[in-house]
């Protein structure tokens, strides 16, 4: 076991997991550390990643980033929740929000409240007890000073990059521009000593990260980790992205549309707008994902389409020896509920929890992964679920998605919701009760059972419990200016 103190960081590869590492590290641990991130001008990076959920803002905080001019520099717009359209059914929608639907009590959710309104014929829509819902419907944002609403942002990644850059260089981080050519590993421990570069440069480290994308040079290439393959619960394995113009104001909210073999997401910057389409090439060719992707896109494309190729799934170890895979290194789970810069910052979080100051402890490492593989397959079951939740039979995509064999740990909680309207979650957990009431309900799994407190309510006292609610949310709602308005006045873009 390696005992020596840490006390130089290599990062290998930028991109938005890069930096926010670099970032990170450097402003919150910097200076007991010497960090050097490694980047070629020749590798691109993935780069779509637009979207993002509410926990960022916690980063944020902590690293002290001013909000209005993080999102002018990154051409960024607030996001309350994500728009699914056709997926329990064609035509049908409903939205994800960030927001708290109603009121629960120590026992039971709000869920269980409404489901009783809504069989006596007293209660409106799920959606209309959350203002984050209704804001979203309605094109409209603030921040408000007594209830503040749940947020997240849309934002551009390569812009988001930059921003972070700065920000690493500020904290004494450094730069190194080459490609990695050879990895070079300690015969005796097994750990990775140094890299060398194409210029025959070699830089050695106590600690490496790698951010080398979906190729993992360090923790797979070099260090043989291995790679547990969701393909069989998650078939889709391409993305195409694409940038356009913007349409019209942009909305609060990213859109997911459904198509016969995939789906299509809308992300709505200041000044154009991210598309993409995701699919399973086992059932529609490159050539047709594009040419429904470019039929449905809502402004002029200012990019060439790219296609990406991925294989959901998680790397079995995410910290290897002296080696913690972030980002798209560690594992894809695709991008539906904008996951994949939250499992980069959870990543980083969490090292910097355990990070080995004095040398790394083979319990640091245990405890980094029990803990990274147990959010991510929560986060994976969440995934599955809008896709197996389906009541779709009109393409061989979706026949194919409503039989799948799902995990076992998802079918108890589809099982339970659907007897007995119960949600429960465990620690790590990224997706609260809410979010998983919205999405089951959503996709057409509707309680048939409610828990017996809400008996404890007669039925004039629920009739007013809905009313107030849903009151307070129009109110709420109603006093918000547009969300492009808001955005006009708190952080107008500089990036035209």
Known sequence: MNVNAVKKVVIAGGGTAGWMAAASLAKLLGKTLDITLIESDQIGTV?????????????????????????????????????????????????????????????????????KGKQMGIASEFGDYCPELIAAKQNKFAHLNKQSLNYAYHLDASLYAKFLQTMAFEHGAKRIEGKISRVNLNEVTGYIDSVTLDSGNTIAGDLFIDCTGFRALLIEQALHTGFDDWSHWLPANSAIAVQTTKADAPKPYTRAIAHDAGWQWQIPLQTRMGNGIVYCDRFVSDTEAKRTLLENLPGDPITDPRVIKFTTGQRRKHWNKNCVAIGLSSGFIEPLESTSIHLIQRGIVRLMQLFPQAGIQQTDVDEFNRQTQEEVDNIRDFIILHYNATERTDSAFWRHCKNLEIPDTLRHRME?????????????????????????????????????????????????????????????????????????????????
């Open 416 to 496: 339970l919701f659907r007897e007995t309207g119960r949600v429960f979650k465990s620690g790590n957990e990224l997706f609260g009760e809410n979010s998983w009431t919205q999405v089951m309900m959503g996709q057409g799994i509707l309680p048939k059972a409610y828990h017996p407190i809400v008996d404890v309510m007669s039925n004039d006292e629920l009739s007013q419990f809905l009313n107030q609610i849903k009151y307070n949310v129009d109110r709420t709602v109603q006093q918000l200016p547009s969300h492009q308005d808001f955005l006009e006045h708190y952080c107008k873009t500089h990036s035209e």
């Open 47 to 115: 780069g779509v990643g637009e979207a993002t959920i509410p926990t960022l803002l916690t980063l944020h905080r902590l690293l002290h980033i001013n909000e209005q001019e993080f999102m002018a520099a990154t051409n960024a717009t607030f996001k309350l929740g994500i728009g699914f359209e056709n997926w329990a059914n064609k035509e049908d929608s409903y939205i994800h929000s960030f927001g708290y639907t109603g009121k629960d009590c120590w026992a039971a959710g709000f869920q269980h409240f409404w489901v």
